[in-house]
Protein backbone atom coordinates (compact mmCIF):
# COMPACT_ATOMS: atom_id res chain seq x y z
CA UNK A 1 0.00 0.00 0.00
CA UNK A 2 1.04 3.41 -0.90
CA UNK A 3 1.90 6.76 1.26
CA UNK A 4 -1.41 8.19 -0.51
CA UNK A 5 -3.40 4.99 0.01
CA UNK A 6 -3.14 5.01 3.59
CA UNK A 7 -3.69 9.00 4.45
CA UNK A 8 -7.31 8.66 2.41
CA UNK A 9 -8.11 5.54 4.03
CA UNK A 10 -7.25 7.64 7.33
CA UNK A 11 -9.44 10.03 6.38
CA UNK A 12 -11.74 7.95 5.37
CA UNK A 13 -11.67 6.95 8.78
CA UNK A 14 -11.59 10.08 10.28
CA UNK A 15 -15.04 11.40 7.95
CA UNK A 16 -16.66 8.07 9.54
CA UNK A 17 -15.56 8.98 13.37
CA UNK A 18 -16.87 12.88 12.90
CA UNK A 19 -20.05 11.60 11.39
CA UNK A 20 -20.62 9.41 14.17
CA UNK A 21 -19.49 12.39 16.51
CA UNK A 22 -21.69 14.79 15.29
CA UNK A 23 -24.79 12.51 15.42
CA UNK A 24 -24.10 12.57 19.09
CA UNK A 25 -23.51 15.87 19.37
CA UNK A 26 -25.93 17.94 17.35
CA UNK A 27 -28.57 17.79 20.46
CA UNK A 28 -26.01 19.12 22.98
CA UNK A 29 -23.83 22.04 20.94
CA UNK A 30 -25.71 23.08 17.81
CA UNK A 31 -22.23 24.81 16.36
CA UNK A 32 -20.76 21.23 16.07
CA UNK A 33 -22.67 20.27 13.40
CA UNK A 34 -21.18 23.13 11.17
CA UNK A 35 -17.80 22.89 12.14
CA UNK A 36 -18.05 19.33 11.77
CA UNK A 37 -19.59 19.56 8.03
CA UNK A 38 -16.30 22.27 7.21
CA UNK A 39 -13.84 19.66 8.27
CA UNK A 40 -15.62 16.80 6.58
CA UNK A 41 -15.83 19.37 3.62
CA UNK A 42 -11.99 19.89 3.84
CA UNK A 43 -11.37 15.86 4.35
CA UNK A 44 -13.54 15.09 1.60
CA UNK A 45 -12.40 17.69 -0.87
CA UNK A 46 -8.64 16.55 -0.48
CA UNK A 47 -9.66 13.09 -0.95
CA UNK A 48 -10.99 14.58 -4.47
CA UNK A 49 -7.49 15.72 -5.05
CA UNK A 50 -8.53 19.26 -4.96
CA UNK A 51 -8.23 22.26 -2.41
CA UNK A 52 -11.53 23.54 -0.75
CA UNK A 53 -9.67 27.36 -1.28
CA UNK A 54 -9.08 26.47 -5.07
CA UNK A 55 -10.81 29.03 -7.92
CA UNK A 56 -11.85 28.16 -11.14
CA UNK A 57 -11.96 29.77 -14.03
CA UNK A 58 -13.93 29.01 -17.03
CA UNK A 59 -12.35 30.55 -20.72
Known sequence: MSEKE????????TISQFRKESRSQSMK???????????INEASDYLEGKSSNQIYETH
Do not use: H, V
Open 6 to 13: GMSEELED
Open 29 to 39: EPGFIKETSNL
